[in-house]
């Protein structure tokens, strides 16, 4: 069934969208942000009432894929969608989500909340009760008079017009298209503190909702929200907690350190065939295996599946160690125990182990997944694991980490140390100069010094060491593991020099002799606990900021260091920040 949308709600939503990629010059203003592709999703999701992508109805040939629904990805900035300057407007993108609005709209009669009655009552008086609760929680906040008569009397159009069915569906996609549903509208409740606007409890729910779940207020944010119960600290510090033992905080979380990590850069990469096969898929050089394009077909399928292991090993230690362990930055950049994947596909079985060394497995609590990329489908089994203390400590030295920052045949020293830097410590590199691509070492297997030595060599002139000087020590840290973020000993015949000291701003010179050791003191620094307290805050409020033009963030990153580097404090203390509450009164959406 095909449906054509109005064109007023389409300009409607192009102004809507546009509107949000104005410049605000008062770094403590709010900017208009419009939900991401992630939280538009898990929106429609708790609207709906869908618990789980195999809840919705059964794919067709009109609906191939009910849901996620798939938009356009937004620009990271530090990382991160759903910060202002990356949200760029086109029409294209209105375009999808027109066409998002039509496919979750047709749904929308088969979805668990929608019906506000029960058989056979559901005529148009049912209908239109339930579209008005559909909207009041679309919109994350009550309907005035006017929205309701408007919506009542549009429907009741369209019913004339196209009958019951498609009345429902066309006025569902109007309000999944309109910009109330889809930017995040904040309103002040008209009170002032030191000079700043706070902002109204329906506001306030959304805000509380999209930082720790990804998604929509539930039925108490709504409720304390209509209850002007959502304005003193111990309120929203009682909010918090409680919202922090839900499932969905655990996949809010996980996603937020997706994005800090860049998780996905994994999938992009491609691990030599030659250099890397024998050891992480050996079926590859099997009798069954002949000519050069089917072994390369072969490790296709097999990073593939290591690949996806590899992210879900990370993303299930990030869950683990912050929700059912210590729950500290430091033991997120210390611990070493963690997962392997055993994957079982068309390969056989294989395992990340051949990554980690001597692992020590266990074979309690195990979690097991399928992934299917439409051509080639896996069974996945993560174990928990134990893994060296002297080669493995914490997220730098997972595998789905490593292997994003690396080069097909060699490490990437470059890349690893630019992550460092600018993800843990908040050092501005900017970009490399033109060219400089050019110059870097070859990677090949026809190299005789190490991967450390042909980097210094080409980088240790004046123009270049200016930078290099940073990064390279940072990189070399990390020598000991290679492009599959395998543990290696040796590297082209020669010890392995994973030495050296990076400079952290305010704490001096801090000296390391391998990969494991820096992390070690890494998670000791008050500067990388003041970074990672910069990048939630700069998250939870979707634009940049710095300390000395919000000094208020100082008190978060204060109290973040007191707690001992505790994840759940450090968003309590956001949550309960002006920064996070208060808007300036020149702005208004």
């Given at each position: 069934?095909?449906?054509?949308?109005?064109?007023?709600?389409?300009?409607?939503?192009?102004?809507g969208?546009?509107?949000g990629?104005q410049?605000?010059?008062?770094?403590?203003?709010?900017?208009?942000?419009?939900?991401t592709?992630t939280?538009?999703?898990h929106?429609v999701r708790?609207?709906?009432?869908?618990?789980?992508?195999?809840?919705?109805?059964e794919p067709?040939?009109?609906?191939?894929?009910p849901?996620?629904?798939?938009?356009?990805a937004?620009i990271?900035?530090h990382?991160?969608?759903?910060?202002?300057?990356?949200?760029?407007?086109?029409p294209?993108?209105?375009?999808?989500?027109?066409?998002?609005a039509l496919?979750?709209?047709?749904?929308?009669?088969?979805?668990?909340?929608f019906?506000q009655?029960?058989p056979?009552?559901?005529?148009?008086?049912c209908?239109a009760?339930?579209?008005?609760?559909?909207a009041?929680?679309?919109?994350?906040?009550?309907?005035?008079d006017?929205e309701?008569?408007r919506?009542?009397?549009?429907?009741?159009?369209l019913v004339?017009e196209?009958?019951?069915?498609?009345?429902?569906?066309?006025?569902?996609?109007?309000?999944?298209?309109?910009p109330?549903?889809?930017?995040?509208?904040?309103q002040?409740n008209?009170?002032t503190?030191?000079?700043r606007?706070?902002l109204a409890?329906w506001?306030?729910?959304?805000?509380?909702s999209?930082?720790?779940w990804d998604?929509m207020?539930?039925?108490?944010?709504f409720s304390d929200a209509?209850?002007?119960?959502?304005r003193?600290?111990?309120?929203?510090?009682?909010?918090?907690?409680r919202?922090?033992?839900h499932?969905?905080?655990?996949q809010?979380?996980?996603h937020?350190?997706?994005?800090w990590?860049?998780l996905?850069?994994?999938?992009?990469?491609?691990?030599?065939?030659?250099?890397y096969?024998?050891?992480?898929?050996?079926?590859?050089?099997s009798d069954?295996?002949?000519?050069?394009?089917d072994k390369?077909?072969?490790?296709?399928?097999?990073?593939?599946g290591?690949?996806?292991?590899?992210?879900k090993?990370t993303?299930l230690?990030?869950?683990?160690?912050?929700?059912?362990?210590?729950?500290?930055l430091?033991?997120?950049?210390?611990?070493?125990?963690?997962?392997i994947?055993?994957?079982?596909?068309?390969?056989?079985?294989?395992s990340?182990?051949?990554?980690?060394?001597?692992?020590?497995?266990?074979?309690s609590?195990?979690?097991?997944?399928d992934?299917d990329?439409?051509?080639l489908g896996?069974?996945?089994t993560?174990r928990?694991?134990?893994?060296?203390?002297?080669?493995?400590a914490?997220?730098?030295?997972?595998?789905?980490?490593l292997a994003?920052?690396?080069?097909?045949?060699?490490?990437?020293?470059v890349?690893?140390?630019?992550?460092?830097?600018?993800?843990?410590?908040?050092?501005e590199l900017?970009?490399?100069p033109d060219?400089?691509?050019?110059?870097?070492?070859?990677?090949?297997?026809?190299?005789?010094?190490?991967?450390?030595?042909?980097?210094?060599?080409v980088?240790?002139?004046?123009?270049?060491?200016?930078?290099?000087?940073?990064?390279?020590?940072?990189?070399f840290?990390?020598?000991n593991y290679?492009?599959?973020?395998?543990w290696r000993?040796?590297?082209?015949?020669?010890?392995?020099?994973?030495?050296?000291?990076i400079?952290?701003a305010?704490?001096?010179?801090?000296?390391?002799?391998?990969?494991?050791?820096?992390?070690?003191?890494?998670?000791?620094?008050?500067?990388?606990?003041?970074?990672?307290?910069?990048?939630?805050?700069?998250?939870?409020?979707?634009?940049?900021?710095?300390v000395?033009?919000?000094p208020?963030?100082?008190r978060?990153?204060?109290s973040?260091?007191?707690s001992g580097?505790?994840?759940e404090?450090?968003?309590?203390?956001?949550?309960?920040?002006p920064?996070?509450?208060?808007?300036?009164?020149?702005?208004?959406?």
């Amino acid at each position: 069934m095909s449906h054509s949308m109005p064109t007023r709600p389409a300009l409607l939503l192009l102004l809507g969208l546009t509107a949000g990629c104005q410049r605000y010059a008062d770094p403590g203003q709010a900017p208009l942000r419009r939900l991401t592709p992630t939280e538009y999703n898990h929106t429609v999701r708790d609207l709906y009432g869908f618990d789980d992508v195999d809840s919705w109805p059964e794919p067709n040939e009109d609906q191939p894929n009910p849901w996620p629904f798939p938009l356009p990805a937004e620009i990271p900035i530090h990382g991160f969608e759903g910060m202002l300057e990356g949200q760029v407007a086109s029409p294209y993108l209105v375009e999808r989500y027109q066409a998002a609005a039509l496919h979750f709209g047709a749904l929308a009669t088969q979805a668990p909340h929608f019906w506000q009655c029960e058989p056979p009552d559901q005529d148009q008086a049912c209908a239109a009760r339930s579209i008005d609760k559909l909207a009041h929680r679309a919109y994350r906040r009550t309907l005035d008079d006017a929205e309701r008569e408007r919506l009542t009397a549009n429907f009741s159009s369209l019913v004339d017009e196209h009958g019951i069915d498609d009345a429902i569906t066309l006025t569902v996609a109007g309000i999944l298209s309109s910009p109330r549903f889809i930017l995040h509208l904040e309103q002040s409740n008209g009170s002032t503190e030191d000079g700043r606007e706070s902002l109204a409890d329906w506001t306030m729910a959304s805000r509380l909702s999209y930082l720790l779940w990804d998604s929509m207020p539930d039925p108490r944010l709504f409720s304390d929200a209509s209850q002007g119960k959502l304005r003193t600290a111990d309120q929203l510090d009682a909010h918090v907690r409680r919202m922090w033992r839900h499932p969905r905080a655990r996949q809010a979380i996980v996603h937020f350190h997706r994005q800090w990590l860049d998780l996905d850069r994994i999938h992009s990469t491609r691990a030599d065939l030659d250099t890397y096969a024998g050891r992480y898929a050996p079926e590859v050089y099997s009798d069954e295996v002949e000519g050069e394009q089917d072994k390369e077909e072969v490790w296709s399928g097999a990073l593939l599946g290591l690949r996806a292991g590899m992210v879900k090993e990370t993303e299930l230690f990030v869950q683990q160690t912050i929700f059912e362990g210590e729950g500290s930055l430091s033991a997120l950049l210390t611990d070493h125990h963690g997962y392997i994947t055993e994957s079982e596909g068309y390969l056989g079985v294989q395992s990340t182990a051949a990554a980690y060394g001597q692992v020590q497995v266990h074979d309690s609590h195990s979690y097991s997944f399928d992934i299917d990329d439409g051509n080639l489908g896996f069974r996945m089994t993560l174990r928990p694991a134990t893994f060296p203390a002297e080669q493995r400590a914490g997220l730098l030295t997972q595998g789905a980490v490593l292997a994003g920052y690396a080069h097909p045949v060699h490490p990437a020293p470059v890349l690893r140390g630019k992550f460092v830097l600018e993800q843990l410590t908040c050092q501005e590199l900017g970009q490399p100069p033109d060219g400089a691509e050019g110059q870097a070492p070859p990677d090949t297997l026809a190299v005789e010094s190490t991967n450390r030595e042909r980097l210094q060599a080409v980088t240790s002139d004046a123009a270049c060491s200016s930078c290099h000087d940073s990064i390279n020590p940072a990189g070399f840290a990390f020598e000991n593991y290679d492009s599959m973020g395998g543990w290696r000993d040796t590297d082209n015949g020669l010890p392995v020099d994973a030495s050296g000291s990076i400079l952290i701003a305010g704490e001096g010179r801090v000296d390391f002799e391998d990969g494991v050791e820096l992390a070690h003191k890494l998670a000791r620094s008050r500067a990388v606990h003041d970074c990672y307290a910069l990048h939630w805050t700069r998250y939870a409020l979707g634009r940049d900021l710095t300390v000395e033009e919000d000094p208020m963030l100082e008190r978060i990153q204060d109290s973040f260091w007191m707690s001992g580097g505790d994840v759940e404090e450090l968003l309590v203390a956001i949550v309960k920040s002006p920064l996070f509450r208060t808007r300036s009164p020149e702005e208004g959406h």
